[in-house]
């Protein structure tokens, strides 16, 4: 199964977040599904630094949330980043897909910071930019097997 963003990047652009949970306990987001964000239109109308492009949205942000589990997905283009963990414990993603092309604009594909006790394990990442960056106070956090 596949959620494909829409082909007009404004409709997401303007956003911060595609798809966005906060303050959520228990979640679990677990298959073989792909999400699509269509960043390559978004990328090509930021490459001339034009001032009339949406800055994007990530594709996936968990915010102030405990145990949280992302297990098997796959990431695909993202306007910004494609995970976001921020003000969460307790989070566990094992056998994440992520993909951007080398040219994407800032693509992060895991971004944490303000969080106790992730793993990130078993995990394949392939953007333009990091793989995954790492923001102030995360404590616990373990990374293992990503290719």
């Known amino acids: 199964m596949a959620i494909v963003a829409p082909l007009d990047y404004g409709v997401l652009g303007k956003s911060d977040n595609w798809f966005s949970f906060e303050g959520v306990s228990g979640v679990s987001i677990i298959g073989r599904g792909t999400f699509d964000a269509k960043g390559p239109s978004l990328w090509a109308c930021k490459a001339p630094n034009s001032n009339s492009c949406p800055s994007g949205a990530r594709t996936l942000s968990f915010t102030n949330s405990n145990n949280i589990r992302i297990n098997g ?23 994440v897909k ?25 995990t394949f990442i392939k953007t333009g930019d990091d793989c995954i960056s790492i923001g102030p106070r995360t404590e616990n956090l373990w990374i293992e097997q990503v290719t």
């Open 73 to 95: 997905l796959a990431f695909l283009n993202s306007q910004m980043f494609h995970i976001v963990i921020n003000g969460c414990q307790n989070v566990h993603l094992r056998g």
């Open 98 to 122: 992520i993909v951007a092309a080398g040219n994407s604009p800032n693509i992060d594909g895991i971004h944490v910071q303000l969080l106790r006790n992730v793993e990130i394990l078993n």
